[in-house]
């Protein structure tokens, strides 16, 4: 199964992103020439998924680099670091973000005093690389995770580690994708994944468009399939991994993994190397995004409690290092103990 | 904290029903005079919860028994087992619907060839003393669950198993109402139980009204929550409990079970002596209800998934006694293991 859908693309000089908060009632391209539109759209969820928002943000970067009207490499670069801190301003968890912004920086600092055509063009190139790289790791990190699924597998996923989280193809389910391909799946568990519903609203509308077989249940009836012995594997994807292996992820996904040990099922990350987050000794030190409380008091328009009644809603949980059975990336698969450092 | 809240009165030689699925947005009250209309309630969940089926089942037999033509009791007795059939035949897990309609049923017997007149009088008697009883049961209940409540407690709770889905007070909420009675609750976590959200529409309603402290979260944040320590106990209603202690209840009751044993956290289940039936040995042998998979597709009318994606909708999931660490009734708490007898 290869997957047609890209959800951020680099076309006329502009960032094209597919709005995921409109699917799966309408499949709406945007199109962006200001690096704050970009912000705002990471920040409202038109595009999110870890891998997905670093490769716009790095769009975001060329666009500042292109609307600004300096003409110096200093002010060059003082445009440009609005820009980078707006656009990490916009959703703390997910470590791709800043490891993009990053490399966009050091590609900057390499350029220091060349022409400013010659700046613009190497920012676009960087940018484009940093997609290239992430649909090519999500490829190697399928092929890796493919392996490890069993003939006939009852997979369960958790929100949407897929093409639209990515630059495509998918980390979770990239590893799903590729066992298809083999075809080891007989069908996935598609969790709902409130408040947001990006298991229901996005992973399901990826498998009716490429043809994977699944079934959608509320995320509280996953234990019970469990119970009855109908989950293989659990994999998700991760939106920062610290090095001991915990795991942020959507909320829900601890919950998940305390389950699959509980009921002896394997439970697996997938997720590009630019994922983990070296620098964190635990799981303990990842900031936790809190959204709106009008993400659990209302689906869309239609209020579902009462106004007057307080929310918590964390975005992302922590999953420790001991629950999850392995950690699959584009260099392979790594079983505990993780040990990830900065040398990679 | 006495409730107001009466979801299911007899008005007027009517039976009144508070219209569960319009909450929270609208107040509304519907009157019923034929048992297939008390049917159809039943079924689209305009009342819904154990105890509150089985009151709502013994005024439908209350209405065929005033809206039958007979003039025989061979006749009237007739007419009434078609609606003993079809109050039964509306939903499979909830044992209470079966109890209150044999009571009615033994009622029914005990009165053969009696004056049709005082058949009626006799019937609707025992209507209002399995409601009136009900409300004394869950009262009785919150004060021995309420014993089990520390000081400064985070409860959290599933579904909706408050005044809403009883004659008044609750079982699971009703501990929650006599703890806070006592200032012992510090809040109530309340998830919001998808697919049909009685968690978020019903139970934070309650909590609104009756100013319970409450605070709203998705299903999946209570896993995080707890391993962060913020919950001091759960505590759940019951559709049926197996001879065993076995309990089937809303879908996800399960996982919270699973998750408290993981980390720690006491669980308990809050339900009248009508919701045990020791004719089933085990949780193994009680029918698990499937709903429509519109409930997970759509949330009213607002669609959250494509209409092409198959559904497993399970109603309910059926937790081990071995995770419960108590079961509260109104005759008092019962610790493992539970051996349950048809003698009581």
Same mark, same amino acid.
């Given at each position: 199964?290869?997957?047609?859908?890209?959800?951020?693309?680099?076309?006329?000089?502009?960032?094209?992103?597919?709005?995921?908060?409109?699917?799966?009632?309408?499949?709406?391209?945007?199109?962006?020439?200001?690096?704050?539109?970009?912000?705002?759209?990471?920040?409202?969820?038109?595009?999110?998924?870890?891998?997905?928002?670093?490769?716009?943000?790095?769009?975001?970067?060329?666009?500042?680099?292109?609307?600004?009207?300096?003409?110096?490499?200093?002010?060059?670069?003082?445009?440009?670091?609005?820009?980078?801190?707006?656009?990490?301003?916009?959703?703390?968890?997910? @470590?791709?973000?800043?490891? !993009? +912004?990053?490399?966009?920086?050091? &590609? $900057?600092?390499?350029?220091?005093? #060349?022409? %400013?055509?010659?700046?613009?063009?190497?920012?676009?190139?960087?940018?484009?690389?940093?997609?290239?790289?992430? @649909?090519?790791?999500?490829? !190697? +990190?399928?092929?890796?995770?493919? &392996? $490890?699924?069993?003939?006939?597998? #009852?997979? %369960?996923?958790?929100?949407?580690?897929?093409?639209?989280?990515?630059?495509?193809?998918?980390?979770?389910?990239? @590893?799903?994708?590729?066992?298809?391909?083999?075809?080891?799946?007989?069908? $996935?568990?598609?969790?709902?994944? #409130?408040?947001?519903?990006?298991?229901?609203?996005?992973?399901?509308?990826?498998?009716?468009?490429?043809?994977?077989?699944?079934?959608?249940?509320?995320?509280?009836?996953?234990?019970?399939?469990?119970?009855?012995?109908?989950?293989?594997?659990?994999?998700?994807?991760?939106?920062?991994?610290?090095?001991?292996?915990?795991?942020?992820?959507?909320?829900?996904?601890?919950?998940?993994?305390?389950?699959?040990?509980?009921?002896?099922?394997?439970?697996?990350?997938?997720?590009?190397?630019?994922?983990?987050?070296?620098?964190?000794?635990?799981?303990?030190?990842?900031?936790?995004?809190?959204?709106?409380?009008?993400?659990?008091?209302?689906?869309?328009?239609?209020?579902?409690?009462?106004?007057?009644?307080?929310?918590?809603?964390?975005?992302?949980?922590?999953?420790?290092?001991?629950?999850?059975?392995?950690?699959?990336?584009?260099?392979?698969?790594?079983?505990?103990?993780?040990?990830?450092?900065?040398?990679?």
């Amino acid at each position: 199964v290869t997957s047609a859908i890209a959800p951020v693309r680099w076309e006329h000089d502009r960032l094209v992103l597919l709005d995921q908060r409109l699917l799966p009632a309408q499949e709406l391209e945007r199109v962006y020439g200001r690096w704050e539109d970009v912000a705002d759209a990471i920040r409202t969820l038109a595009v999110r998924g870890a891998p997905a928002i670093g490769v716009a943000a790095a769009f975001g970067v060329v666009l500042a680099a292109r609307t600004s009207t300096a003409m110096t490499f200093g002010a060059l670069a003082a445009d440009l670091d609005v820009a980078f801190k707006g656009l990490a301003g916009t959703r703390p968890t997910a @470590v791709n973000l800043f490891w !993009a +912004l990053d490399r966009m920086r050091r &590609a $900057l600092e390499s350029l220091t005093d #060349r022409p %400013l055509d010659e700046v613009r063009a190497r920012l676009l190139k960087e940018a484009q690389a940093i997609l290239d790289e992430d @649909v090519a790791a999500n490829r !190697a +990190l399928g092929e890796h995770g493919a &392996a $490890l699924v069993p003939g006939r597998a #009852r997979i %369960l996923t958790h929100c949407n580690a897929g093409a639209l989280a990515t630059a495509g193809y998918g980390t979770a389910l990239g @590893v799903v994708r590729s066992a298809h391909t083999q075809g080891k799946v007989a069908w $996935l568990w598609v969790d709902e994944t #409130r408040p947001v519903m990006q298991g229901s609203r996005l992973t399901a509308w990826e498998c009716v468009r490429d043809g994977i077989p699944h079934r959608l249940i509320a995320d509280v009836a996953a234990a019970s399939l469990m119970a009855r012995g109908e989950v293989d594997l659990v994999v998700t994807g991760a939106d920062r991994i610290a090095a001991n292996g915990d795991t942020a992820n959507k909320i829900g996904t601890y919950a998940l993994a305390v389950l699959a040990r509980h009921h002896g099922v394997p439970f697996y990350i997938a997720a590009p190397y630019s994922t983990i987050d070296p620098t964190l000794p635990s799981g303990a030190h990842i900031p936790i995004e809190e959204r709106d409380p009008g993400e659990v008091r209302r689906v869309g328009d239609r209020p579902t409690a009462p106004e007057g009644s307080p929310v918590y809603n964390p975005a992302f949980d922590v999953t420790p290092a001991t629950l999850i059975s392995a950690i699959i990336t584009e260099r392979g698969v790594v079983r505990p103990p993780y040990r990830f450092s900065e040398g990679g």
